[in-house]
């Protein structure tokens, strides 16, 4: 049964909610003039070869960018290796595993924000890469653990099972058999886990040093102190590797059957 | 079948221990998660537990309630989580509703306006507000000049409004997933039968489809209602300094107060409660529907 049309054209505004400020923002960012406004005055780069250029932004870039690749390979570990733990262990219960692994989910920023800074201020390490991919691999493990425990679901048993009868070793066939099977879906967890802390402020800012700032600190600090169109050049590029993260995960089953066709093809 | 039937010949003399790791293998492969998740999650979440009894006592509890800056951002939370909720759910609904029964151009549409919003950086769709909403912004950009509605701008940054207009934007998509998951389950074929036996349309939705899709109504709302009472960020940007938040309240004890003991007490409670209000909701409709666990999709 479909939807009235009334409905419909709610649900279209809603949509064009939606998407319209990002792009007023996006917009604001190609002004030729000083102020944010729209539609912009004229069109230039300006704002961001000045973003280019200024080597507050670049070293926060470089940090958020370290960062966001250290907190998804750490999660993709740990997050794999718990669902393994829930999806095939017996020793722990299962069900405590996945409580463990889930709860980072439900914890309020500002709670692991002072918890982190808490616990970095009494053993006295702040405002470095590790410190902050750590925190934030442990709000990316859920996706990674998540979808990693779906995938375990879809393994075959037999697969391993014959390669067990074949000589290998549980843990030989563990890492040439299961590993493999699994590693799109750690990857999806893994791309979650990246664009979580990419976009993080709030822990981000209980653990940031003058020295030590990731993209969306600065940013923050920019916008308290007024806007500009060079903070819409950033917000445009936050937004671009935001978006085409999405686009990986969203295409990537697509991707890899044509990769895949492509290579049969050869 | 168990994959746990290769019991290696030695761990039967091992101590105890290794021997309970060895005898269940894949215990023995999580074990490294569990031990990081036990560190880096367990460790700071009990670091704030015992600061907020020990520095300086545990009177940092009765200290919450007795300062009025507490009680206020307590009652504007829970007044804001609450119509946050209720404007999520009243327009998620109809969105959720149209992505379920539509033809393929329109809920491809729809859902990727949705993800372009999911996936844009949170700070990103709060900095946009905050240049629609200004005095100088487009929206009154928009009343004044191009419409021609009102004389001088409507002051709208900084306050409650716009407050409440960043959070449903922000938190709008995790209620319509939840909707669209539940909604789309629902067989058409229910609503196709009560309009067959006489219902008129709005009978057959009131009747059939919403009773049916309330759970995804209770778990999109519970998880709209939990991320909205920890926020920080949107109200700090696009909120005025006398309404403040509980999120603001904590960050304000431990960076501006000085005062690391009466935040962390702040974090124990409001953790507590995103924890007990879950806890309920979850014998009701499930946690991993609260979640939106077993999708595949995360955020």
Known sequence: MKAGIGVRLFACLIALLFVTPTLIVVATSFTSGTMVVFPPNGLSLRWFEEVFADPEWLDAFANSLQVGLLAAVIAMLAGSSLAFAAGRGRGIPPGLVTALAVLPMMVPLVVAGIGFYLVYVTIGISGGVAGLAVAHAVLGLPFVFVNVLAALKGVDRHVEEAARACGASQTRALVRITVPLIAPAALVGGVLAFVSSWDEVVIALFLNTPEFRTLPVVMWGQVRSGIEPSISAVATLVTAVSLVMAGLILLGPVLRRKLRSLWRQQ | ?299
């Open chain 2, 1 to 299: 079948m168990s994959a746990t039937t290769g019991l290696p010949p030695a761990a039967r003399r091992r101590s105890p221990l290794a021997r309970l790791a060895w005898s269940d293998y894949w215990s023995a492969v999580g074990l490294p998660g569990l031990i990081f998740v036990i560190l880096a999650f367990g460790v700071p979440v009990l670091v704030i537990v015992v600061k907020s009894l020990t520095d300086p006592s545990p009177a940092n509890y009765s200290a919450i309630f007795d300062s009025g800056i507490y009680r206020q951002s307590v009652g504007n939370t829970v007044q804001m989580a609450l119509v946050v909720t209720g404007l999520c759910l009243l327009l998620g609904y109809p969105y959720a509703y149209v992505m379920a029964r539509s033809g393929r151009i329109l809920r491809t549409t729809l859902m990727v306006a949705l993800m372009l919003a999911f996936w844009t950086s949170l700070l990103v769709r709060t900095y946009s507000w905050q240049i629609l909403l200004n005095d100088t912004g487009v929206v009154n950009q928009a009343l004044m000049e191009w419409l021609g509605v009102v004389d001088e701008p409507i002051h709208m940054i900084r306050t409650k409004f716009a407050v409440y207009v960043g959070m449903v934007h922000i938190l709008l998509p995790y209620s319509v997933l939840a909707l669209y998951a539940q909604l789309r389950a629902i067989d058409p074929d229910l609503e196709r039968a009560a309009r067959g036996m006489g219902a008129r349309p709005w009978q057959a939705f009131w009747r059939v489809t919403w009773p049916l899709s309330l759970p995804g109504a209770v778990a999109g709302s519970v998880l709209v209602f939990v991320l909205a009472l920890g926020f920080y960020i949107t109200p700090q940007m696009l909120g005025g300094a006398q309404n403040i938040y509980i999120g603001q309240a904590i960050v304000l004890q431990v960076e501006e107060f000085l005062k690391p003991g009466v935040g962390a007490a702040m974090a124990v409670l409001l953790f507590a409660v995103v924890l007990v209000v879950l806890g309920i909701a979850a014998r009701f409709v499930g946690l991993g529907r609260i979640l939106g666990i077993g999708e595949g999709r995360g955020k």
